[in-house]
């Protein structure tokens, strides 16, 4: 029987074929539609691991609020600059003028072994945005490390303007020294004017200093009972800070022990402790402000010498360097150690040198010459009891 070839049915041929690409295109579709739902479930779960949540929608006032309460309270430069660094919208709001005018002592603490061109530019950030503290540490570290007088000087100046007690008794000490300039620079008299402002704001270097200065007739006329309550002020409001801070030793006594030393036995009358602290309590040494501890880290670094024939003061908690030669005055009595005022003399000599200082007949200084004397405005006494008095080198 004969047949008929395949090529007399073109119609079913093409029913055949389009039928094979109909399903051959459903199966890719359907490959298709397979992938596309493995990709969305992919999507949504990491949508759902990394879904915003409600930190961007806080407001830029409460950030900086609670910033502002971190950057006042903050213990060192690290717990403030850990939160900073967390994402970049904090690192924005904390360089915010309004937080960096809030920082506290403690945040500004620089250590002189980390100081950078950052970490200046950071406190000059803080300057800029009127943080007292701010200008009063850049101005101590640009007059007394970096040299730059003339700027440290208006930055501490600055400070003093808004009634800040540490800066107008830093003026008053470059004003009784003369520092950045030559001994005729000395005025005594805007010294004094500085101490006492500093002292009515209640700073206890300062109520020393100006009670040293009124006992002694040193820039002011003499006033010893003046003085003397300036000297019974200043201890007391030491002991107070002691105390609020420490209050475990109104309990203990520790405090109240009364240890004088052998040449000055014969001073005491019974077994009773004075109440003050330069007449025997023993109280802890007060806390250094952080620009101090600057100052003493930065030149012990560079082996305790600020320059060729300078030297520092001798209180361990100020740091302060001599700008010339001879600007400090020493004790008279074993001609080693100096002082850059009548607070750091009256401090090392209760916490220390009194234990140390040994009378000489004669002492030299480096030069040979001895060009001191003890008469007039020169004299120093240490507050307590007279018998060490400070000559001017």
Known sequence: MRTRRGVCYP??????ESRLVVKRRKDISGIGEHMGRRKRSKLSLEFTAHKPDFFDSLPDDLLLSILCKLSSSAASPADFFNVLITCKRLNGLGHHSVVLSKSSPKMLAVKAQYWSESAHRFLKQCADAGNVEACYTLGMIRFYCLENRGSGASLMAK????????????????????????????????GVALCARAAFLGHVDALRELGHCLQDGYGVKQNIAEGRRFLVQANARELAAVLSTTPSALTSGGWLTWNPLPHHRHH?????????????CNVPAPESHPANR???????????????????????GCGR????????RRCSVCGTVN???????????KMRHKAECTPVERWIDEDGENDGNVNGENGFGNGDDDDQIMMES
């Open 268 to 280: 005491v009358a019974g077994t009773g402790c004075p109440l003050l602290s330069d007449f025997g």
């Open 159 to 190: 400070a003093a303007i808004s009634s800040h007690a540490p800066s107008l008794y830093s003026l008053a000490v470059i004003q009784f020294n003369g520092s950045g300039g030559s001994k005729n620079d000395k005025d005594l008299r805007a």
């Open 321 to 328: 360097p001599e700008t010339r030669r001879h600007e400090f």
């Open 339 to 349: 002082y850059c005022s009548r607070a750091c003399q009256a401090l090392d000599w």
């Open 294 to 316: 600057f100052l003493t880290e930065w030149f012990s670094s560079e082996g305790g010498v600020p320059g060729s024939g300078l030297r520092l003061c001798s209180h361990m």
């Open 11 to 16: 119609k079913v041929a093409m029913c055949i």
